[in-house]
Protein backbone atom coordinates (compact mmCIF):
# COMPACT_ATOMS: atom_id res chain seq x y z
CA UNK A 1 0.00 0.00 0.00
CA UNK A 2 1.51 3.36 -0.98
CA UNK A 3 1.24 6.44 0.81
CA UNK A 4 -1.58 7.78 -1.69
CA UNK A 5 -3.77 4.93 -0.58
CA UNK A 6 -2.92 5.56 3.21
CA UNK A 7 -3.56 8.71 3.22
CA UNK A 8 -7.20 8.28 1.19
CA UNK A 9 -7.40 5.90 4.30
CA UNK A 10 -6.65 8.09 6.94
CA UNK A 11 -8.98 11.05 5.60
CA UNK A 12 -12.33 8.91 5.61
CA UNK A 13 -11.22 7.87 9.19
CA UNK A 14 -10.51 11.13 10.03
CA UNK A 15 -13.76 12.30 8.47
CA UNK A 16 -15.87 10.13 10.80
CA UNK A 17 -13.67 10.78 13.89
CA UNK A 18 -14.53 14.57 13.83
CA UNK A 19 -17.88 14.27 13.18
CA UNK A 20 -18.45 12.99 16.85
CA UNK A 21 -17.11 16.28 18.38
CA UNK A 22 -19.65 18.66 17.13
CA UNK A 23 -18.00 20.87 15.06
CA UNK A 24 -19.79 21.89 12.02
CA UNK A 25 -20.02 19.31 8.51
CA UNK A 26 -18.67 21.87 6.71
CA UNK A 27 -15.72 22.85 8.43
CA UNK A 28 -14.89 19.72 8.95
CA UNK A 29 -14.71 18.63 5.60
CA UNK A 30 -12.66 21.51 4.31
CA UNK A 31 -10.16 21.70 7.27
CA UNK A 32 -9.57 17.78 6.39
CA UNK A 33 -8.75 18.86 3.11
CA UNK A 34 -6.97 21.42 3.47
CA UNK A 35 -4.94 19.87 6.39
CA UNK A 36 -3.88 16.72 4.10
CA UNK A 37 -3.32 18.85 1.42
CA UNK A 38 -0.43 19.84 3.29
CA UNK A 39 0.68 16.62 4.88
CA UNK A 40 1.18 15.69 1.32
CA UNK A 41 3.18 18.68 0.17
CA UNK A 42 5.97 18.28 3.07
CA UNK A 43 5.35 14.36 2.93
CA UNK A 44 6.62 15.00 -1.04
CA UNK A 45 9.30 17.60 0.27
CA UNK A 46 11.21 15.53 2.68
CA UNK A 47 9.74 11.75 2.70
CA UNK A 48 9.99 11.51 -1.14
CA UNK A 49 6.64 10.45 -2.05
CA UNK A 50 4.68 11.50 -5.32
CA UNK A 51 1.73 12.43 -3.68
CA UNK A 52 0.95 15.81 -6.36
CA UNK A 53 -0.64 17.77 -3.00
CA UNK A 54 0.68 21.19 -2.96
CA UNK A 55 -1.34 25.13 -2.87
CA UNK A 56 -1.84 24.27 -6.67
CA UNK A 57 -4.58 21.92 -5.47
CA UNK A 58 -6.15 24.70 -2.95
CA UNK A 59 -6.17 26.79 -6.16
CA UNK A 60 -7.94 24.37 -8.24
CA UNK A 61 -10.59 24.16 -5.57
CA UNK A 62 -11.41 27.48 -5.87
CA UNK A 63 -12.37 27.05 -9.57
CA UNK A 64 -14.80 24.58 -8.57
CA UNK A 65 -16.81 26.13 -6.37
CA UNK A 66 -17.27 29.20 -8.24
CA UNK A 67 -18.65 26.29 -10.82
CA UNK A 68 -21.33 25.29 -7.81
CA UNK A 69 -22.38 28.74 -7.72
CA UNK A 70 -23.10 29.18 -11.22
CA UNK A 71 -25.00 26.11 -11.32
CA UNK A 72 -28.21 27.13 -12.51
CA UNK A 73 -29.76 23.92 -11.21
CA UNK A 74 -29.07 24.88 -7.51
CA UNK A 75 -30.70 27.75 -7.81
CA UNK A 76 -33.85 25.40 -7.18
CA UNK A 77 -32.77 24.77 -3.80
CA UNK A 78 -33.19 27.61 -1.90
CA UNK A 79 -36.93 28.27 -4.06
CA UNK A 80 -37.54 24.75 -2.88
CA UNK A 81 -36.76 25.78 0.48
CA UNK A 82 -38.86 28.95 0.52
CA UNK A 83 -42.16 26.98 -0.65
CA UNK A 84 -41.98 24.64 2.12
CA UNK A 85 -41.18 27.17 4.45
CA UNK A 86 -44.21 29.42 3.30
CA UNK A 87 -46.51 26.33 2.71
CA UNK A 88 -46.16 25.13 6.49
CA UNK A 89 -46.71 29.16 7.92
CA UNK A 90 -49.86 29.15 5.43
CA UNK A 91 -52.21 26.74 7.49
CA UNK A 92 -52.54 24.23 4.56
CA UNK A 93 -51.85 20.99 6.90
CA UNK A 94 -54.23 22.22 9.38
CA UNK A 95 -57.51 22.21 7.30
CA UNK A 96 -56.19 18.85 5.07
CA UNK A 97 -56.46 17.18 8.93
CA UNK A 98 -59.16 18.56 10.67
CA UNK A 99 -61.71 17.79 7.11
CA UNK A 100 -59.35 14.08 6.58
CA UNK A 101 -60.40 13.27 10.61
CA UNK A 102 -63.97 13.78 10.36
CA UNK A 103 -63.78 12.01 6.50
CA UNK A 104 -62.01 8.61 8.21
CA UNK A 105 -63.33 8.63 11.59
CA UNK A 106 -65.12 5.37 11.16
CA UNK A 107 -61.52 4.01 10.81
CA UNK A 108 -59.39 2.30 13.51
CA UNK A 109 -56.07 4.39 13.09
CA UNK A 110 -58.16 6.39 11.06
CA UNK A 111 -56.34 9.88 12.68
CA UNK A 112 -53.04 8.24 11.95
CA UNK A 113 -54.03 7.49 8.10
CA UNK A 114 -54.85 10.89 7.86
CA UNK A 115 -51.54 12.26 9.53
CA UNK A 116 -49.60 9.80 6.87
CA UNK A 117 -52.24 11.33 3.68
CA UNK A 118 -50.85 14.63 5.04
CA UNK A 119 -47.44 13.67 5.09
CA UNK A 120 -47.37 12.34 1.32
CA UNK A 121 -49.26 16.20 0.14
CA UNK A 122 -46.66 18.16 2.39
CA UNK A 123 -44.13 15.48 0.50
CA UNK A 124 -44.65 16.81 -2.36
CA UNK A 125 -45.58 20.05 -1.75
CA UNK A 126 -42.37 21.34 0.44
CA UNK A 127 -39.60 18.90 0.52
CA UNK A 128 -38.56 19.92 3.86
CA UNK A 129 -37.92 17.53 6.52
CA UNK A 130 -37.81 19.26 9.66
CA UNK A 131 -41.00 21.54 8.67
CA UNK A 132 -42.75 18.66 7.88
CA UNK A 133 -41.68 16.56 11.29
CA UNK A 134 -41.95 19.51 13.67
CA UNK A 135 -45.76 20.72 12.03
CA UNK A 136 -47.41 17.09 11.73
CA UNK A 137 -45.66 16.65 15.53
CA UNK A 138 -47.49 19.87 16.77
CA UNK A 139 -50.92 19.13 15.02
CA UNK A 140 -51.12 15.32 15.65
CA UNK A 141 -49.44 14.25 18.40
CA UNK A 142 -51.72 16.18 21.29
CA UNK A 143 -54.42 14.73 19.19
CA UNK A 144 -53.48 11.34 19.24
CA UNK A 145 -52.55 11.48 23.02
CA UNK A 146 -56.06 12.29 23.74
CA UNK A 147 -57.36 9.78 21.74
CA UNK A 148 -55.34 7.01 23.79
CA UNK A 149 -52.94 5.90 21.14
CA UNK A 150 -50.19 4.08 21.77
CA UNK A 151 -47.00 6.50 21.74
CA UNK A 152 -44.77 4.52 19.69
CA UNK A 153 -47.64 4.45 16.63
CA UNK A 154 -48.07 7.76 16.98
CA UNK A 155 -44.62 8.71 17.13
CA UNK A 156 -43.49 6.22 14.15
CA UNK A 157 -46.34 7.35 11.91
CA UNK A 158 -45.51 11.08 12.46
CA UNK A 159 -41.91 10.50 12.10
CA UNK A 160 -41.88 8.67 8.45
CA UNK A 161 -44.56 10.49 7.08
CA UNK A 162 -42.61 13.91 7.51
CA UNK A 163 -39.52 11.75 5.92
CA UNK A 164 -41.55 11.38 2.79
CA UNK A 165 -40.18 14.80 1.52
CA UNK A 166 -36.87 13.57 0.83
CA UNK A 167 -38.01 11.24 -1.51
CA UNK A 168 -41.53 12.12 -3.15
CA UNK A 169 -40.38 14.92 -5.61
CA UNK A 170 -39.42 17.49 -5.43
CA UNK A 171 -37.01 16.66 -3.70
CA UNK A 172 -33.45 19.29 -2.50
CA UNK A 173 -31.78 16.03 -2.51
CA UNK A 174 -32.95 14.52 -5.54
CA UNK A 175 -31.82 18.37 -7.36
CA UNK A 176 -28.10 17.69 -5.46
CA UNK A 177 -28.29 14.25 -6.71
CA UNK A 178 -28.76 15.06 -9.96
CA UNK A 179 -26.13 17.42 -10.15
CA UNK A 180 -23.60 15.39 -8.39
CA UNK A 181 -24.90 12.14 -11.00
CA UNK A 182 -24.88 14.37 -14.08
CA UNK A 183 -28.34 12.59 -14.51
CA UNK A 184 -31.62 15.21 -15.32
CA UNK A 185 -33.65 16.50 -12.06
CA UNK A 186 -36.63 15.88 -14.14
CA UNK A 187 -35.57 12.04 -15.09
CA UNK A 188 -34.72 11.40 -11.03
CA UNK A 189 -38.32 13.34 -10.08
CA UNK A 190 -40.34 11.28 -12.43
CA UNK A 191 -38.19 8.15 -11.70
CA UNK A 192 -38.59 8.76 -7.65
CA UNK A 193 -42.64 9.12 -7.96
CA UNK A 194 -43.83 6.00 -8.03
CA UNK A 195 -41.08 4.34 -5.18
CA UNK A 196 -42.33 7.70 -2.98
CA UNK A 197 -46.00 6.61 -3.15
CA UNK A 198 -45.10 2.75 -3.02
CA UNK A 199 -43.34 3.92 0.86
CA UNK A 200 -46.70 5.90 1.43
CA UNK A 201 -48.84 2.80 0.51
CA UNK A 202 -46.45 0.60 2.81
CA UNK A 203 -46.94 2.72 5.91
CA UNK A 204 -50.57 3.18 5.25
CA UNK A 205 -51.00 -0.65 5.13
CA UNK A 206 -49.25 -1.00 8.28
CA UNK A 207 -51.13 1.45 10.27
CA UNK A 208 -54.39 -0.40 9.23
CA UNK A 209 -53.55 -3.58 9.90
CA UNK A 210 -51.99 -2.22 13.03
CA UNK A 211 -55.11 -0.90 14.05
CA UNK A 212 -57.03 -3.87 13.34
CA UNK A 213 -54.83 -5.87 15.09
CA UNK A 214 -54.28 -4.02 18.55
CA UNK A 215 -57.28 -2.23 18.42
CA UNK A 216 -56.57 -0.54 21.80
CA UNK A 217 -53.24 1.57 20.61
CA UNK A 218 -55.71 3.23 17.62
CA UNK A 219 -58.83 4.12 18.77
CA UNK A 220 -62.06 5.34 16.60
CA UNK A 221 -62.12 8.99 16.18
CA UNK A 222 -64.55 9.94 19.44
CA UNK A 223 -67.14 11.45 16.70
CA UNK A 224 -66.40 8.58 14.29
CA UNK A 225 -70.95 7.98 14.54
CA UNK A 226 -70.53 11.10 12.29
CA UNK A 227 -71.22 9.75 8.59
CA UNK A 228 -68.75 10.91 5.51
CA UNK A 229 -71.64 12.60 3.65
CA UNK A 230 -71.23 14.69 0.87
CA UNK A 231 -71.07 18.47 3.37
CA UNK A 232 -67.64 16.03 4.63
CA UNK A 233 -66.44 14.80 0.99
CA UNK A 234 -66.49 18.53 -0.49
CA UNK A 235 -65.32 20.00 2.30
CA UNK A 236 -61.85 17.76 1.97
CA UNK A 237 -62.29 18.33 -1.69
CA UNK A 238 -62.04 22.02 -0.77
CA UNK A 239 -59.31 21.79 1.62
CA UNK A 240 -56.74 19.26 -0.49
CA UNK A 241 -57.31 21.29 -3.78
CA UNK A 242 -55.10 23.91 -3.64
CA UNK A 243 -51.91 22.42 -2.48
CA UNK A 244 -53.16 19.74 -5.29
CA UNK A 245 -52.65 22.23 -7.68
CA UNK A 246 -50.03 23.23 -6.66
CA UNK A 247 -48.19 20.33 -7.06
CA UNK A 248 -49.25 19.76 -10.45
CA UNK A 249 -48.13 23.02 -11.79
CA UNK A 250 -44.52 22.38 -10.27
CA UNK A 251 -44.30 18.70 -11.22
CA UNK A 252 -46.80 18.68 -14.41
CA UNK A 253 -44.29 21.57 -15.72
CA UNK A 254 -41.28 19.95 -15.71
CA UNK A 255 -43.02 16.55 -16.55
CA UNK A 256 -44.67 17.90 -19.60
CA UNK A 257 -41.35 19.89 -20.68
CA UNK A 258 -42.81 23.48 -20.22
CA UNK A 259 -40.47 24.48 -17.33
CA UNK A 260 -37.07 23.34 -16.00
CA UNK A 261 -36.30 22.21 -12.37
CA UNK A 262 -35.27 25.81 -11.73
CA UNK A 263 -38.16 27.63 -13.54
CA UNK A 264 -40.89 24.85 -11.50
CA UNK A 265 -39.40 25.80 -8.25
CA UNK A 266 -40.14 29.57 -8.53
CA UNK A 267 -43.63 28.43 -9.60
CA UNK A 268 -43.92 26.63 -6.55
CA UNK A 269 -42.23 29.17 -4.23
CA UNK A 270 -44.54 32.18 -5.85
CA UNK A 271 -48.15 29.56 -5.18
CA UNK A 272 -47.40 29.08 -1.68
CA UNK A 273 -46.96 32.56 -1.31
CA UNK A 274 -50.43 33.15 -2.75
CA UNK A 275 -51.93 29.89 -0.80
CA UNK A 276 -50.79 31.52 2.45
CA UNK A 277 -51.83 35.40 1.33
CA UNK A 278 -55.30 33.53 0.76
CA UNK A 279 -55.50 32.00 3.63
CA UNK A 280 -54.89 35.40 5.26
CA UNK A 281 -51.33 33.51 6.89
CA UNK A 282 -49.39 36.03 5.24
CA UNK A 283 -47.78 39.30 6.62
CA UNK A 284 -44.32 41.31 6.47
CA UNK A 285 -43.35 38.99 10.37
CA UNK A 286 -44.15 35.62 8.32
CA UNK A 287 -42.43 36.83 5.36
CA UNK A 288 -39.60 37.90 7.08
CA UNK A 289 -39.58 34.15 8.97
CA UNK A 290 -39.41 32.37 5.99
CA UNK A 291 -36.91 34.42 4.48
CA UNK A 292 -34.27 34.29 7.02
CA UNK A 293 -35.02 30.58 7.57
CA UNK A 294 -34.59 30.09 3.83
CA UNK A 295 -31.34 31.81 3.81
CA UNK A 296 -30.16 29.95 6.79
CA UNK A 297 -30.62 26.65 5.71
CA UNK A 298 -29.08 27.29 2.17
CA UNK A 299 -26.08 28.76 3.93
CA UNK A 300 -26.05 25.30 5.63
CA UNK A 301 -26.19 23.06 2.36
CA UNK A 302 -24.15 25.09 0.35
CA UNK A 303 -21.39 25.70 3.55
CA UNK A 304 -21.26 21.56 2.96
CA UNK A 305 -20.97 21.54 -0.92
CA UNK A 306 -17.95 23.87 -0.72
CA UNK A 307 -16.05 21.80 2.20
CA UNK A 308 -17.17 18.45 0.12
CA UNK A 309 -15.60 19.97 -3.18
CA UNK A 310 -12.55 20.68 -1.62
CA UNK A 311 -12.45 17.12 0.42
CA UNK A 312 -13.40 15.55 -2.89
CA UNK A 313 -10.78 17.27 -4.84
CA UNK A 314 -7.91 16.43 -2.61
CA UNK A 315 -8.89 12.58 -2.25
CA UNK A 316 -9.09 12.23 -6.34
CA UNK A 317 -5.61 14.27 -6.14
CA UNK A 318 -4.62 11.37 -4.24
CA UNK A 319 -6.10 8.48 -6.31
CA UNK A 320 -9.32 8.06 -3.68
CA UNK A 321 -11.39 7.08 -7.44
CA UNK A 322 -8.93 4.67 -8.52
CA UNK A 323 -8.38 3.18 -4.97
CA UNK A 324 -12.69 2.76 -4.24
CA UNK A 325 -13.12 1.51 -7.74
CA UNK A 326 -10.00 -1.15 -6.94
CA UNK A 327 -11.60 -2.47 -3.92
CA UNK A 328 -14.97 -2.50 -4.80
CA UNK A 329 -13.84 -4.54 -8.35
CA UNK A 330 -12.01 -6.47 -6.01
CA UNK A 331 -14.84 -8.03 -4.19
CA UNK A 332 -15.85 -11.62 -4.49
CA UNK A 333 -18.96 -10.33 -5.85
CA UNK A 334 -19.96 -8.51 -8.92
CA UNK A 335 -23.40 -7.11 -10.78
CA UNK A 336 -26.27 -7.26 -8.15
CA UNK A 337 -24.15 -8.55 -5.19
CA UNK A 338 -21.89 -5.37 -5.70
CA UNK A 339 -25.07 -2.83 -5.49
CA UNK A 340 -26.81 -4.97 -2.23
CA UNK A 341 -23.22 -3.96 -0.82
CA UNK A 342 -23.03 -0.75 -1.60
CA UNK A 343 -26.98 -0.22 -0.33
CA UNK A 344 -25.80 -2.13 2.65
CA UNK A 345 -22.58 0.13 3.21
CA UNK A 346 -24.62 3.59 2.39
CA UNK A 347 -27.75 2.29 5.10
CA UNK A 348 -24.70 2.12 7.83
CA UNK A 349 -23.65 5.35 7.09
CA UNK A 350 -27.33 6.46 7.62
CA UNK A 351 -27.08 6.00 11.21
CA UNK A 352 -23.87 8.91 11.62
CA UNK A 353 -23.81 10.88 8.57
CA UNK A 354 -26.84 13.12 6.92
CA UNK A 355 -27.72 12.51 3.33
CA UNK A 356 -26.01 15.59 2.45
CA UNK A 357 -22.16 14.09 3.35
CA UNK A 358 -23.23 11.10 1.92
CA UNK A 359 -24.65 12.06 -2.04
CA UNK A 360 -21.44 14.70 -2.13
CA UNK A 361 -18.68 12.37 -0.58
CA UNK A 362 -19.77 8.94 -1.72
CA UNK A 363 -22.07 9.32 -4.60
CA UNK A 364 -19.19 11.02 -7.27
CA UNK A 365 -17.06 8.16 -6.04
CA UNK A 366 -19.52 5.22 -6.69
CA UNK A 367 -20.94 7.00 -10.09
CA UNK A 368 -18.31 5.76 -12.44
CA UNK A 369 -17.89 1.56 -10.80
CA UNK A 370 -21.82 1.28 -11.10
CA UNK A 371 -22.26 3.24 -14.38
CA UNK A 372 -19.72 0.67 -16.01
CA UNK A 373 -22.11 -2.17 -15.28
CA UNK A 374 -23.88 -4.34 -17.54
CA UNK A 375 -27.18 -5.44 -15.22
CA UNK A 376 -30.04 -5.54 -17.89
CA UNK A 377 -32.18 -2.69 -16.62
CA UNK A 378 -34.40 -2.00 -18.95
CA UNK A 379 -34.46 1.79 -20.14
CA UNK A 380 -37.70 1.29 -22.88
CA UNK A 381 -35.05 2.23 -25.16
CA UNK A 382 -35.71 6.18 -24.01
CA UNK A 383 -34.17 7.09 -20.72
CA UNK A 384 -30.07 7.94 -20.78
CA UNK A 385 -28.58 6.03 -18.33
CA UNK A 386 -31.05 4.05 -16.89
CA UNK A 387 -28.80 1.67 -14.68
CA UNK A 388 -27.17 4.91 -12.71
CA UNK A 389 -30.57 6.05 -12.34
CA UNK A 390 -32.26 2.70 -11.19
CA UNK A 391 -29.14 3.10 -8.47
CA UNK A 392 -29.33 6.83 -7.91
CA UNK A 393 -33.34 5.97 -6.95
CA UNK A 394 -32.41 2.84 -4.71
CA UNK A 395 -29.48 5.14 -2.54
CA UNK A 396 -32.44 7.94 -2.02
CA UNK A 397 -34.74 5.37 -0.95
CA UNK A 398 -31.59 3.95 1.53
CA UNK A 399 -30.42 7.65 2.58
CA UNK A 400 -34.38 8.22 3.33
CA UNK A 401 -33.76 5.92 6.46
CA UNK A 402 -30.82 8.12 7.75
CA UNK A 403 -33.45 10.21 8.79
CA UNK A 404 -34.84 7.42 10.98
CA UNK A 405 -31.68 5.53 11.82
CA UNK A 406 -30.47 6.33 15.80
CA UNK A 407 -28.73 7.39 16.90
CA UNK A 408 -28.75 10.75 14.93
CA UNK A 409 -31.25 10.61 13.07
CA UNK A 410 -32.27 13.89 12.53
CA UNK A 411 -36.17 13.25 11.63
CA UNK A 412 -36.15 11.65 15.82
CA UNK A 413 -34.26 14.87 17.19
CA UNK A 414 -37.03 17.39 15.45
CA UNK A 415 -39.83 15.01 16.75
CA UNK A 416 -38.26 14.82 20.18
CA UNK A 417 -37.96 18.78 20.33
CA UNK A 418 -42.28 18.92 19.76
CA UNK A 419 -43.21 16.07 21.40
CA UNK A 420 -45.24 15.99 25.21
CA UNK A 421 -42.74 14.98 27.96
CA UNK A 422 -44.21 12.00 28.66
CA UNK A 423 -42.90 11.10 25.04
CA UNK A 424 -39.41 9.84 26.11
CA UNK A 425 -36.41 9.55 23.21
CA UNK A 426 -36.76 5.54 23.89
CA UNK A 427 -40.47 5.95 22.53
CA UNK A 428 -39.07 7.42 19.41
CA UNK A 429 -36.55 4.80 18.99
CA UNK A 430 -39.25 2.05 19.19
CA UNK A 431 -41.98 3.55 16.95
CA UNK A 432 -39.63 4.25 13.89
CA UNK A 433 -38.39 0.50 14.11
CA UNK A 434 -41.40 -1.14 12.06
CA UNK A 435 -41.13 2.12 9.61
CA UNK A 436 -37.38 1.33 9.28
CA UNK A 437 -38.10 -2.53 8.25
CA UNK A 438 -41.10 -0.90 5.88
CA UNK A 439 -38.14 1.46 4.17
CA UNK A 440 -35.74 -1.86 3.67
CA UNK A 441 -39.16 -3.75 1.78
CA UNK A 442 -39.76 -0.81 -0.07
CA UNK A 443 -35.84 -0.64 -0.82
CA UNK A 444 -35.85 -4.41 -1.88
CA UNK A 445 -39.08 -4.05 -4.16
CA UNK A 446 -37.63 -1.17 -6.31
CA UNK A 447 -34.31 -3.58 -6.37
CA UNK A 448 -36.56 -6.46 -7.59
CA UNK A 449 -38.74 -4.49 -9.97
CA UNK A 450 -36.37 -1.90 -11.65
CA UNK A 451 -39.40 -0.86 -13.81
CA UNK A 452 -40.52 1.19 -10.61
CA UNK A 453 -38.25 3.71 -10.96
CA UNK A 454 -37.76 3.68 -15.13
CA UNK A 455 -41.33 2.86 -16.58
CA UNK A 456 -42.32 6.64 -15.91
CA UNK A 457 -40.00 8.38 -17.31
CA UNK A 458 -39.52 6.40 -20.72
CA UNK A 459 -43.72 7.12 -21.02
CA UNK A 460 -42.99 10.68 -21.00
CA UNK A 461 -40.00 10.98 -23.27
CA UNK A 462 -41.59 7.93 -25.49
CA UNK A 463 -44.36 10.52 -26.06
Not at 379 to 385: A, L, N
Amino acid sequence: MDMNEILVIVMFTSFIALLFTGYPVAWVLGGIAILFTAVGYFSDQYLDTTTGLDYSTLGLAVGRIFSIMDNWVLVALPMFIFMGLMLDKSGVAERMMYSMQRAFGNVRGGLAITVMLIGIILAASTGIIGASVVLLGLMSIPVMMRQNYSKTLAVGTVASAGCLGILIPPSIMLVVMGDQLALSAGDLFMGAVFPGLLLGLLYIIYIYFYGVFFPQAAPLSPDHETKADWKVIKQLFIDILPPIIMILVVLGSVFAGIATVTEASGLGALGATVMAWAYRKLDWAVLKEVVINTFNTSAYIFAIFVGATVFALVLRELGGDEFVQDVLTGLPFEGYGLIIFILFIVFLLGFFLDWIEITLIMLPLLAPVVGAMELGVDGHGVVDKPVLLWFALLVAVTLQTSFLTPPVGFALFYLKGVCPPEITLWDIYKGVVPFILLQLLGLALVFIFPDLVTWLPSIAYGK
